[in-house]
């Protein structure tokens, strides 16, 4: 019952959401577009068809990062309190911990990449991800060994 109070709430963000939406004014250039009379009937099948290449490069940029996400919260979670034994609460502590961080990292780093440049600094993300893969699991076997003696 009392998962129905924040759903029956959204509404009222849904209407904020729209009315704010409804005041927006449209961006220069789909005005422009508009004025030509180009806008397309489906722009989702179009953008696929007529640009695969940065189509699949961004989808697979999101994928990999998101993936990343699900391996830290959910296996790792589920890997280090079955297989190696370690307690829920460390486990959802660290995730704590790091969600915490994450509020002072995200500005930093959009920050830099103001300095230095998305680009570089995403694949600089991917091979940090990459690179943290094995260690990360190293470090959940170590608190194992640490906690078990």
Known sequence: MGWRI???????????????????????????????????????????????????????LKLSEVSWVYMLTVFVVVYATSKLGLSKSLMLNAITVAALLELITIPLFGYLSDIVGRRPLYFAGVLFTVLFAFPLFWLLDMERRRSSS
């Open 6 to 60: 924040p759903f029956l709430a959204s509404i009222v963000l849904v209407a904020i959401g729209m009315f704010v939406r409804a005041r927006l004014p449209e961006t220069p250039v789909f005005e422009e577009t508009k004025a030509r009379g180009q806008i397309v009937r489906s722009p989702f099948v179009d953008m696929i068809f007529k640009n695969p290449r940065p189509f699949l490069i961004a989808t697979g």
